[in-house]
């Protein structure tokens, strides 16, 4: 199994930045992918953004050239959140899928507010 932590979140002002940090652990070179997912009250679970082992990235509209997913290395994924909306509040989930099944294994999630 994959286990992940998540850090980073907090209460920003709208135009502000955040950075999200998830360090997984157990089977982490059986990871396939590791991504960013989004809950905001009310609403269902969304992709923010992802990345493949191969470094490959894939972003919703709604965050494309405001957030940046990385891994800096085989465990470790950032997602930098520059130029926050209000409509970004939400909690934030790192996700990770591994194996040849490509199971899913989830954070603990972290809230992120942003103030107009």
């Known amino acids: 199994q994959v286990q992940l932590v998540e850090s980073g979140g907090g209460l920003v002002q709208a135009g502000g930045s955040l950075r999200l940090s998830c360090a997984a652990s157990?089977?982490?070179?059986?990871?396939?992918?590791m991504g960013w997912y989004r809950q905001a009250p009310g609403k269902q679970r969304e992709l923010v953004a992802d990345?493949?082992?191969?470094?490959?990235t894939n972003y919703a509209e709604s965050v494309k050239g405001r957030f940046t997913i990385s891994r800096d290395n085989v465990k470790n994924t950032v997602l930098q959140m520059n130029s926050l909306k209000p409509e970004d509040t939400a909690v934030y989930y790192c996700?990770?899928?591994?194996?040849?099944?490509?199971?899913?294994?989830w954070g603990q999630g972290t809230q992120v507010t942003v103030s107009s």
């Open positions: 996700n990770a899928r591994f194996g040849p099944s490509d199971l899913r294994s």
């Open positions: 157990g089977r982490i070179f059986s990871i396939n992918v």
């Open positions: 990345i493949s082992s191969g470094g490959s």
